[in-house]
């Protein structure tokens, strides 16, 4: 007599936890919270499901048990029907057929000759059994009446006050703009603004009344209204662009001519952008008995020392005398 074994698997599963194929695996009854589709808008509620364990391949005995008292078999008879039943079923995996389990599922095999198990929607839950699905949708939260009454109220406070801030903010904006115009557009003057060229009557002139040329005075460099020594300072080479009042008076960096039994050499001190660091160095220089020397070098000013010489043991005395005096970095540039 052929049974169909298939069907009573899941009237086992609603009172039990595990129903076994001997041989082939056992289907196990797992618990499966409730959840929502979002998709479908649906509620489902908990419950149990079917899920297949391969792996559990002994025989539990309840299906031999549940076809004895049933179908009122011996129990050698309800055991070959349940043998012969799982012979059928791997021949028809092996045929890559899918097996059908009523209110369970499907098992089918892979091409990886690994089991397959599509279940069922049933719940075998007999606490949770016939619960329907409902339908679940976000509800929007509505205002309550209180919120809504004061709505009204608080709507006009929250705009004066926002127009404020906007206003504050424009104010600040416009504080900023004006600041950065003046600071961009109206430039503190720099420092040789209003000062007069250097007069001529000192540069590159001979002192007279003053003593000799070996430079002997022990007079003092001054130092400038900003505490900086010009001749200290001369090294660093300020840049600073010529300014109209130079460009208008220029600069008389002629030689005097020589007697032919003479030669001249100029010792450079150091070099300015600001007119202020000239004058002053030129009116020291005059002061210490040399004879200043100035010539243009693009946007800075060279200023230093010229003299007549007739042995080159007065080059290296005069070089000498003037690094101490002004500058240890003075170069000889003319000899």
Do not use: C
Request: no cysteine.
């Amino acid at each position: 007599m052929q049974m169909d074994i298939g069907k009573h698997i899941g009237e086992l599963l609603y009172q039990h936890d595990a129903v076994a194929l001997p041989g082939l695996g056992t289907f196990v009854s797992a618990y499966q919270p409730a959840e929502i589709d979002q998709v479908k808008g649906e509620l489902h509620p908990p419950g149990e499901g079917a899920v297949f364990n391969p792996n559990l391949v002994t025989d539990d005995g309840l299906l031999v048990k549940f076809l004895q008292s049933r179908h009122q078999l011996d129990f050698e008879t309800a055991r070959k029907q349940v043998k012969q039943y799982v012979e059928e079923v791997k021949a028809a995996l092996e045929s890559q057929e899918m097996v059908d389990f009523p209110e369970v599922g499907r098992l089918y095999q892979d091409y990886e000759k690994n089991l397959q198990f599509l279940p069922d929607s049933t719940n075998f839950s007999l606490e949770a059994y016939g619960l329907p699905v409902v339908e679940a949708y976000p509800a929007a939260r509505p205002k309550s009446a209180s919120a809504a009454a004061a709505a009204p109220v608080s709507t006009a406070p929250a705009r004066k006050i926002n127009y404020a801030l906007i206003g504050a903010i424009a104010a600040g904006v416009a504080v900023i703009l004006m600041a950065g115009y003046f600071l961009l557009f109206n430039e503190a003057p720099q420092d040789d603004e209003g000062l007069l060229p250097v007069p001529t009557s000192r540069v590159n002139v001979s002192p007279s009344g003053q003593q000799g040329a070996t430079g002997d005075s022990t007079e003092e460099i001054g130092e400038t209204t900003d505490g900086q020594n010009p001749a200290a300072s001369a090294p660093v080479e300020e840049e600073r662009q010529e300014t109209e009042s130079e460009k208008e008076a220029g600069w008389d960096s002629e030689e005097p001519t020589p007697a032919p039994d003479q030669k001249r050499l100029v010792i450079i001190i150091g070099a300015f952008g600001n007119q202020k660091n000239v004058s002053r160095l030129v009116d020291e220089i005059y002061d210490a008995g040399y004879e200043p020397y100035t010539e243009k070098s693009g946007s800075l000013t060279r200023v230093g020392v010229q003299k007549a010489y007739r042995q080159p043991a007065e080059v290296e005395r005069v070089l000498t005398d003037v690094r101490n005096r002004f500058n240890s970095d003075a170069k000889l540039i003319k000899k």
